[in-house]
């Protein structure tokens, strides 16, 4: 329970990271939203990876190894959010609330099982 709780701290920390930078970007710098959102994506990827080996997972492994599963766990995360909105948005026509709902309930399900038992695993 304490390492879900650490990676919810983590992920909230890194999608806070992720506005604070598009924001940035977009209103300060001027920078058109879709060409913010890829620094905004690859900061709070960095900030999510190191908070996650050093704290969440307290990881061992070497970051050759680890880091590009973790970025093949936050593109797998990025997918599915991507995936389900389009479901749930554009093919079902239902209000983008529900896609949030089930995105939120479903995503950092994956993410966490993926990054503990694929990325940090200690065996």
């Known amino acids: 329970m304490r390492t879900l709780i650490r990676f919810g701290i983590s992920g909230g920390l890194a999608t806070a990271t992720h506005v604070a930078v598009f924001v940035l970007l977009v209103e300060w710098l001027h920078i058109r939203p879709l060409y913010a959102s890829v620094p905004a994506f ?8 190191s908070m996650n ?58 993410t966490f ?4 038992f694929w990325v940090f695993n200690k065996a």
Not at 88 to 110: C, F, K, Q
């Open 53 to 110: 080996y050093r704290w969440t997972f307290e990881a061992v492994g070497p970051h050759h190894e680890l880091l590009p599963r973790f970025m093949l766990v936050a593109l797998t995360g990025l997918g599915l959010n991507l995936l389900i909105t389009f479901l749930v948005v554009d093919v079902a026509h239902y209000w983008y609330g529900y896609a949030l709902m089930t995105i939120l309930a479903a995503v950092p399900l994956v």
């Open 113 to 116: 099982s993926l990054s503990r």
């Open 42 to 49: 690859l900061t709070a990827v960095g900030v999510s990876y």
